[in-house]
């Protein structure tokens, strides 16, 4: 099969990712293989790519965003069969016997393992997954419109439940790409009003298109408080706005696996008022099954640029110049 791997990590203008023939992943016990029909791109994996985060594996195939048909089983399998079309988001597995996962909190378990990091990706041909990493996908979604909702969307979902969002509350979105693109959707769904502050134009004039009351710049202050905000981008900074922006008793969810920097805060100014600021880490299983009923009742849209496998280097380039529109996958 061709795969893009990662064997160092450096910038993304100096192309690190190689197109290369390798041999076909076999399923082990609990294990299907997957041909991959698209794999989505994500913020992680520029992370991964240029340093943010430590190289666990090399060479590395990226990719936590995967659909696929599986075309092999291995032994054990008793949930999934040949042909099921089917979706892989960021969470591998984990150690299942923790009192973490126990209680549902699978995401925070010390020895979960994550997909297109510590296990190969979907920047292939072929992948090979846990069965229960393998969810069974709506028809209405094509390959490549799917692709977001395995990570963007999911995770998206749980920061609207960590921020606490209630029906017909007012939800403030900091930065506008491919999660944020999906969360306003549930949130318009919910009958919330929506406030996005992002920079880029193209993000703008596409929150405009999808509902939101109100765009303005990352710094510019909304004109209604907030009853829940989510910070998108990897920058501490904005996490200072929405707080300022937020009203008494609201919540602050901070969607990013890495920042830049944590940003002073005034005590009186950003969190007196019962004011909560929490992070939100990875996501569950649980919450893909719940993201993908949900998505295909609002219905949600995507907004997914395609490009080809040898191109990997190109889109991830394209990500952090903002030049992407909402999302991208790549299709081997």
């Known amino acids: 099969m061709r795969a893009a791997r990662l064997y160092k990590q450096g910038p993304i203008e100096s192309a690190p990712l190689q197109l290369e023939d390798c041999p076909d992943p076999q399923p082990g016990r609990g294990e299907v293989r997957l041909l991959v029909k698209a794999c989505g791109a994500c913020h992680t994996d520029l992370h991964i790519v240029e340093g943010d985060l430590p190289l666990k594996k090399s060479p590395l195939i990226l990719g936590h965003q995967i659909v696929g048909v599986i075309d092999m089983v291995g032994d054990g399998v008793s949930k999934r069969r040949l042909g099921d079309r089917v979706g892989v988001p960021w969470i591998n597995s984990s150690c299942g016997t923790c009192d973490l996962c126990v209680s549902g909190r699978t995401n925070l378990c010390a020895e979960a393992r994550f997909t297109g990091y510590d296990a190969d990706g979907g920047y292939a041909e072929r992948a090979v997954v846990p069965e229960h990493a393998a969810h069974l996908l709506p028809d209405l979604f094509s390959d490549v419109d799917a692709t977001p909702l395995l990570c963007a969307g999911i995770i998206g979902y749980r920061s609207l439940k960590l921020a606490g969002l209630k029906p017909g509350q007012r939800l403030g979105l900091y930065g506008f790409g491919a999660s944020a693109h999906l969360a306003i959707q549930v949130a318009r769904h919910w009958g919330c009003d929506v406030f996005v502050s992002t920079r880029s134009q193209n993000h703008r004039e596409l929150a405009h298109r999808l509902g939101a009351v109100w765009v303005g710049g990352a710094e510019e202050q909304p004109p209604e408080k907030l009853d829940a905000a989510i910070t998108f981008a990897p920058v501490g900074w904005i996490i200072r706005e929405a707080l300022a922006a937020l009203a008494p008793g609201g919540t602050v969810a901070i969607n990013a696996i890495h920042l830049d920097a944590f940003p ?66 790549l299709v081997p």
């Open 264 to 329: 002073v805060l005034d005590y009186r100014e950003h969190l007196y008022g019962e004011r909560t600021l929490r992070s939100v880490t990875n996501l569950t299983h649980r919450d893909a099954e719940e993201f993908l009923k949900i998505a295909a009742t609002v219905p949600i849209i995507t907004t997914v640029e395609v490009f080809d496998l040898q191109d990997a280097n190109m889109m991830l380039l394209g990500m952090k110049e903002s030049r992407i529109e909402a999302a991208a996958a």
